[in-house]
Nanobody, 124 residues
């Protein structure tokens, strides 16, 4: 079966950096666009970043633009999210997701598979 497993979360001070990874199995990774979403306590899950099948198109929500970088390695079936200049408001559970259809990259319903999430906590 399809599995998406996130790793790399943790506790970091404001201004610090973290790198998240999402390892995919059970699917033909290169056929899937990938996204990162996050859900803060008491809030709805929101779009963070997305990357297309070949990695040539990148999309970010405005609040992370210039601080976060999404990338992928199709040989390793892995998508990454490098997070720099972290802020307390970045605290959330971060989820990766896989999308096979040509549909809106920022919409949760566009995605076929989801990971279990990894906690990122940024202290002030």
């Amino acid at each position: 079966q399809v599995q998406l497993v996130e790793s790399g979360g943790g506790l970091v001070q404001a201004g610090g950096s973290l790198g998240l990874s999402c390892a995919a199995s059970g699917l033909t990774f290169r056929n899937y666009a990938m996204g990162w979403f996050r859900q803060a306590p008491g809030k709805e899950r929101e779009f963070v970043a997305a990357i297309n099948w070949g990695g040539g198109s990148l999309y970010y929500t405005g609040s992370v633009e210039g601080r976060f970088t999404i990338s992928r390695d199709n040989a390793k079936n892995t998508v990454y999210l490098q997070m720099n200049s972290l802020k307390p408001e970045d605290t959330a559970v971060y989820y990766c997701a896989a999308r096979s259809r040509v549909s809106h990259y920022g919409a949760e319903e566009s995605y076929d598979y989801w990971g279990q999430g990894t906690q990122v906590t940024v202290s002030s």
